[in-house]
Nanobody, 121 residues
Framework: QVQLVESGGGLVQPGGSLRLSCTAS????????MAWYRQAPGKQREVVAT???????NYADSVKGRFTISRDNAKNTVYLQMNSLEPDDTAVYFC???????????????WGQGTQVTVSS
């Protein structure tokens, strides 16, 4: 069963940076559309950034200018570069992607397991 494996979360001081990674666990799958979501304690999950396979990207107003979504197709990995982090960015971050199976030509949507980001001094 293919999975999206996340890494890169942790504790960072305000103003600091982190880069989250999300990798498809099997090489027979290719990431097409991609997105990052986050969920803070007591709040609903919200979309942070999206990237369509044709390279267009969109960001929540709260992170615009500070976060960047990108991909490395050779590594089958999606990234979220987070700069100028603020305490309000504290949340569990989830990647979400449509994975295209090369053998069966099918497309399905998957979620990563989530990674904790804590911004605190």
């Amino acid at each position: 069963q293919v999975q999206l494996v996340e890494s890169g979360g942790g504790l960072v001081q305000p103003g600091g940076s982190l880069r989250l990674s999300c990798t498809a666990s099997e090489s027979a799958f290719r990431i097409t559309n991609m997105a990052w979501y986050r969920q803070a304690p007591g709040k609903q999950r919200e979309v942070v950034a999206t990237g369509i396979s044709g390279e267009s990207t969109n960001y929540a107003d709260s992170v615009k200018g500070r976060f960047t979504i990108s991909r490395d197709n050779a590594k089958n990995t999606v990234y979220l570069q987070m700069n100028s982090l603020e305490p309000d960015d504290t949340a569990v971050y989830f990647c979400n992607a449509d994975l295209y199976h090369l053998g069966s030509s099918t497309l399905r949507n998957y979620w990563g397991q989530g990674t904790q980001v804590t911004v605190s001094s």
